[in-house]
């Protein structure tokens, strides 16, 4: 604050937004992973202050390996992208995960969200071209 004699006064404070109105779409569901290439955008809605960003957790004995990586995880959009071959797991079959949203700035704005799933067949175990 400044007054007309120019002097500041400063003040540090906490923000917690505790609105817990973030939505993640799509909703959940399971995806279809049948060809070389594959990626599912998802978007981020509701209040917040910094950045967001994004985290992807394989469910525990459930994990593709370097099979896919969520990119794009400092904004409202973030692509979930085929990166390699199905390098761990039982092969082809549906691996299950949660994705988790949150505001750079404020860390108690987060929203951990899922299950979604991905069926993998046939040329979807693949590494791209």
């Known amino acids: 604050m400044t ?3 120019i002097k500041v006064d400063q003040k540090t404070f906490d923000l ?3 609105d817990d109105s973030l939505a993640i779409l799509p909703i959940t569901q399971t995806f279809t992973c049948n060809d070389f290439n594959f990626s599912q ?3 981020v809605s509701g209040p917040h202050v910094g950045d967001y960003t994004w985290s992807i957790t394989w469910f525990l004995g459930n994990d593709p390996g370097s ?4 990119n794009g995880t400092t904004g409202d959009t973030a692509i979930l992208t085929k990166t390699g071959a199905l390098t761990h797991g039982d092969g082809e079959g549906t691996y299950y995960f949660t994705l988790t949203v949150e505001d750079a700035t404020c860390a108690t704005n987060k929203l951990d969200y899922g299950p979604y799933g991905i069926s993998i067949t046939g040329n979807g175990a693949l590494a791209p071209p």
């Open 3 to 5: 007054d007309i004699d």
């Open 41 to 43: 955008a998802f978007t």
């Open 67 to 70: 099979f896919a990586n969520i």
């Open 16 to 18: 917690e937004i505790l």
